[in-house]
């Protein structure tokens, strides 16, 4: 199994500021398939990029994917108040598909 | 517009079967690609995938639920049943269902709000 490490655990931002959050794979499936979703309280998870780099529909350009092997990224290059939620991981190139244990971005 | 809708009882008993379907509209199993997986998550924890089922009858199993686990669709309702034997408090989580996007992998573009599962004598 594909264990995700999301860090960091916790990261308190401003409005406008970039965030830098991070996915490492335990092992390399070689194939990209990692996707990111955001998740607000009660609130189900909301694709925001799949195959590493691809924004979803609707997907605002501020979020933008990166990475391939065993590390990736996901950057918001301005935060907007709507941005702090979690954000999780998943990977589904290797089953069992797996996701991370999250962070969360807090307002600073 | 895709929608999906988890219906389902919201209090189990140790050792008994869950029972959860998925609703949905705006798109057919009749479609080649078309995908309806379940993700569950426990109070205040991370998403753990489940099993998704495809339209063309095969499906795919968290393998550690695997003997647990049961999906199944009835296109003609435009309906998913997953079905979970033996439940266990370790098993009270929010269930959603998903829709597969339709592309390379089993990313999911398209959540349910989710259904709560309490499992608890």
């Known amino acids: 199994e594909i264990v995700l490490t999301q860090s960091p655990g916790t990261l308190s931002l401003s409005p406008g500021e970039r965030a830098t959050l991070s996915c490492r794979a335990s092992q390399s499936d070689s194939s990209s398939y990692l996707a990111w979703y955001q998740q607000k309280p009660g609130q189900a998870p909301r694709l925001l990029i799949y195959?590493?780099?691809s924004r979803a529909t609707d997907i605002p350009d501020r979020f933008s994917g990166s990475g391939s092997g065993t590390d990736f990224t996901l950057t918001i290059s301005r935060l907007e108040p709507e941005d702090f939620a979690v954000y999780y991981c998943?990977?589904?190139?290797?089953?069992?598909?797996?996701f991370g244990q999250g962070t969360k971005l807090e307002i600073k | 517009q895709i929608t999906l809708k988890e219906s389902g009882p919201t209090l189990v008993k140790p050792t008994q079967t869950l029972t959860l379907t998925c609703t949905f509209s705006?798109?057919?199993?009749?479609?080649?690609?078309?995908?309806v997986g379940w993700i569950r998550q426990p109070p205040g924890k991370a998403l753990e995938w489940l099993a998704l089922?495809?339209?063309?009858?095969?499906?795919h199993y968290n393998p550690s639920l695997k003997n647990r686990l049961t999906i199944s669709k009835d296109t003609s309702k435009n309906q998913v049943v997953l079905t979970m034997t033996n439940m266990d408090p370790v098993d009270t989580a929010t269930y959603y269902c998903?829709?597969?996007?339709?592309?390379?992998?089993?990313?999911?573009?398209?959540w349910g709000k989710g259904t709560t599962v309490t499992v608890s004598s």
């Open positions: 089922i495809y339209w063309d009858d095969n499906d």
């Open positions: 998903a829709h597969r996007a339709r592309g390379f992998g089993d990313y999911m573009d398209v």
């Open positions: 705006g798109f057919s199993f009749s479609t080649n690609g078309v995908g």
């Open positions: 195959s590493a780099s």
């Open positions: 998943q990977q589904y190139g290797s089953s069992p598909y797996t």
